[in-house]
Nanobody, 119 residues
Framework: VQLVESGGGVVQPGGSLRLSCAAS????????ARWSRQAPGKEREVVAG????????AYNDFALGRFTISRDNAKSSVDLQMNSLKPEDTAVYFC?????????????WGQGTQVTVAS
């Protein structure tokens, strides 16, 4: 099982980033996919999740209207488009696969990608 995130970086407030997670080694299409984040000194939290077929999508309140999660089962990938970024979005973002519900933690985690929002 391998999850490889990409797309993190440094961006100014109001900017955009697109995170991507490439999965391999398991049947990606059979699992819920989500993006979680952990800011310094804070607990890890779910940002957004998407069901196996994409028919159910949910966002944490802070992500509503700014972030968009999507998946491509043919490519075994899940993306997170982040717009109107704020300094409080600074965190390490993790791709997370599995779990019985979108708000659960799955068994498979990526290594994380740093997102820094600063002027």
């Amino acid at each position: 099982v391998q999850l490889v995130e990409s797309g993190g970086g440094v961006v100014q407030p109001g900017g955009s980033l697109r995170l991507s997670c490439a999965a391999s080694g398991f049947a990606f299409s059979e699992y819920i996919a989500r993006w979680s984040r952990q800011a310094p000194g804070k607990e890890r939290e779910v940002v957004a999740g998407i069901s196996q077929t994409g028919g159910v999508i949910a966002y944490n309140d802070f992500a509503l209207g700014r972030f968009t999660i999507s998946r491509d089962n043919a490519k075994s990938s899940v993306d997170l488009q982040m717009n109107s970024l704020k300094p409080e979005d600074t965190a390490v973002y993790f791709c997370n696969i599995g779990g019985s519900g979108i708000w659960d933690n799955g068994d498979y985690w990526g290594q994380g990608t740093q997102v820094t929002v600063a002027s």
